[in-house]
């Protein structure tokens, strides 16, 4: 009895194993999802962002809940602060602003990153540390002996929140990459 235990248990984790295989790249899709593509997709190619880097801040600041509000008060999937929704909705002539409604928040938050990618000629460090921390405080930090070595790049970032954030948006973009682009 024992035995045969064994030898079902073993073709059972094998089996898993096989089917785990062979499913990886759906069971991560599943971790990395393209949700709102109609509007990721269609934002990304007006403002000329990447998707994955629109997923990467979605999945980041979100998690992909549209109704997502931080301790700071920005809201929605791309967790638009009401500064910036005021800034944008003037500058693409958006009336009665719904931070929450999914297409007016990816919109803005792709035009934010657009804004971001001309500002610091398309590095892309810098425009995610500027997504967080703001691009004042980026340019700031360019001009610190202290935070860049060249005034082109950070050395480091003295927000350990902005700090963090750009390594996990880096870590889901490199992880979109790999399984949307690399696996096809």
Same mark, same amino acid.
């Given at each position: 009895m024992k035995g045969t235990?064994?030898?079902?248990?073993?073709?059972?984790?094998?089996?898993?194993?096989?089917?785990?295989c062979i499913n990886y790249n759906q069971i991560e899709k599943i971790f990395y999802p393209t949700e709102y593509s109609e509007y990721v997709e269609k934002y990304s190619k007006e403002y000329k962002v990447d998707k994955y880097l629109i997923y990467s801040i979605i999945k980041t600041e979100s998690k992909f809940n549209p109704d997502a509000v931080s301790s700071k008060g920005a809201s929605g999937l791309m967790q638009?602060?009401?500064?910036?929704?005021?800034?944008?909705s003037r500058e693409l002539d958006?009336? @009665? #602003?719904?931070?929450?409604?999914?297409?007016?928040?990816?919109?803005?938050?792709?035009?934010? &990153?657009?804004?971001?990618?001309?500002e610091f000629?398309?590095?892309l460090n810098l425009m995610i540390s500027a997504y967080n921390g703001g691009s004042? @405080? #980026?340019?700031?930090?360019?001009?610190?002996?202290?935070?860049?070595?060249?005034?082109?790049? &950070?050395?480091?970032?003295?927000?350990?929140?902005?700090s963090q954030y750009t390594e996990k948006v880096l870590k889901n973009y490199r992880k979109y990459k790999e399984i949307y682009v690399y696996y096809k």
């Amino acid at each position: 009895m024992k035995g045969t235990f064994k030898k079902v248990l073993l073709i059972s984790i094998m089996l898993l194993t096989v089917v785990l295989c062979i499913n990886y790249n759906q069971i991560e899709k599943i971790f990395y999802p393209t949700e709102y593509s109609e509007y990721v997709e269609k934002y990304s190619k007006e403002y000329k962002v990447d998707k994955y880097l629109i997923y990467s801040i979605i999945k980041t600041e979100s998690k992909f809940n549209p109704d997502a509000v931080s301790s700071k008060g920005a809201s929605g999937l791309m967790q638009i602060t009401e500064q910036t929704a005021l800034w944008a909705s003037r500058e693409l002539d958006i009336k @009665n #602003v719904n931070m929450r409604d999914p297409e007016t928040n990816i919109r803005m938050g792709t035009w934010y &990153l657009h804004r971001l990618n001309k500002e610091f000629k398309g590095d892309l460090n810098l425009m995610i540390s500027a997504y967080n921390g703001g691009s004042g @405080n #980026v340019r700031k930090w360019l001009k610190s002996s202290e935070y860049s070595s060249d005034g082109k790049s &950070l050395t480091q970032i003295p927000f350990k929140e902005t700090s963090q954030y750009t390594e996990k948006v880096l870590k889901n973009y490199r992880k979109y990459k790999e399984i949307y682009v690399y696996y096809k």
